[in-house]
């Protein structure tokens, strides 16, 4: 459920579910005593992580792989309690209610309801690296944060497969989709070896008036709603708006330096910056979603994902694609940003290409 559909109880529980660590921590503490034993059973196998900056195509990339039966991700039925899932899950299924599927609040036709995947696992990272959230930005992590990360991500894991059951014969694998992370592929290659990550890449014009229009929106969003604010500050989202707060790539600072996040030149120069760290990114995939939502077979993805191939995941794929929008805003921009960024896009579309 969206922050827009909360009613005054919701509200007032997700008020105590992040007020404190407290609470948090009493129905984690409650779940580990009660269903421990079969969270521990749980498999880490493989993992996959989609991340980009946003508005790449990372949710619907979630979207479609979420269909596949081997993979388990995290729903808006999760929170507010989304480290607990298995025993937050038991306690609210006796209010739980079917929603009707509505557009999300970007207002870029994504329609959502309570069993829709969703990227909730940012609310981990806020306790485990809280020195990393900034006021001025978000800071990169090596691969030295594995082995801290290792522990509390992979306990998670176990908890959400425990709290799901398995709909597949094959091993069940995480499925993720947080946009920070792409700030963290190193650590999450040295705490899961056999992580797929996967970024989308997306045209860097229209990605960044993309962006650049959600930021626009969300500053008149946290205008209007304290709520909405405080929702996205609580499980981490500072992508946009009154709380955005960039990931502190190298040349970052030189970007806020000279850039207001209200132009379009900001965005595009952050796409720069962002897309070059994961240009010196090994083993990861990266995914042309102008190809990829031109042709919606999602087959060659499934298999660098080593996913199996299942007709329903394939169906729908071609059901929920469609190819991504186009802009014609050359002339607002700075000439040079565009250039740096058009050979950039062109060295990571190669890239692409060479996929196995």
Not at 207 to 233: C, K, P, T, V, W
Not at 293 to 316: F, Y
């Amino acid at each position: 459920m969206q922050a827009s559909n909360y009613s005054v109880l919701d509200r007032a529980v997700h008020r105590l579910a992040f007020g404190t660590k407290f609470a948090q921590q009493v129905l984690c503490d409650l779940e580990e005593r009660l269903y421990g034993e079969d969270i521990r059973r749980q498999p880490v196998e493989a993992p996959i992580f989609i991340t980009a900056l946003p508005r790449a195509g990372t949710t619907l990339l979630l979207q479609v792989l979420s269909r596949h039966p081997d993979v388990v991700t995290h729903t808006y039925r999760d929170m507010p309690f989304v480290l607990s899932p298995v025993i937050w899950g038991r306690l609210s299924r006796k209010f739980q209610i079917e929603l009707t599927p509505s557009e999300r609040s970007h207002s870029d036709g994504v329609m959502v309801n309570a069993d829709s995947p969703e990227a909730f696992e940012e609310v981990l990272w806020l306790r485990q690296f809280p020195e990393t959230f900034r006021a001025s930005g978000l800071t990169t992590c090596g691969d030295d944060a594995g082995q801290r990360i290792w522990e509390p991500l992979a306990d998670l894991i176990r908890r959400l497969i425990a709290s799901r059951g398995h709909r597949g014969p094959g091993t069940p694998r995480y499925l993720s989709k947080n946009n920070a992370n792409i700030a963290r592929i190193p650590a999450l290659q040295s705490a899961f070896p056999h992580a797929r990550i996967i970024v989308p890449l997306r045209a860097p014009l229209d990605h960044a008036l993309s962006m650049h229009r959600q930021h626009m929106r969300y500053l008149d969003i946290h205008r209007a709603s304290g709520f909405a604010e405080a929702y996205m500050n609580d499980i981490g989202h500072f992508e946009f708006g009154r709380l955005h707060r960039p990931i502190l790539f190298d040349g970052m600072k030189e970007v806020i330096a000279s850039h207001d996040p209200a132009t379009l030149d900001y965005w595009l120069a952050y796409w720069i910056v962002a897309y070059g760290h994961i240009s010196r990114q090994s083993d990861i995939e990266i995914l042309d979603m102008g190809a990829f939502t031109s042709s919606g077979d999602l087959a060659p993805t499934l298999d660098v994902l080593h996913l199996r191939h299942n007709q329903e995941t394939l169906d729908a794929a071609r059901d929920l694609v469609r190819p991504i929008r186009h802009y014609d805003t050359r002339n607002v921009v700075s000439p040079a940003l565009l250039a740096e960024a058009t050979a950039l896009h062109e060295e990571l579309g190669d890239r692409s290409k060479k996929r196995t």
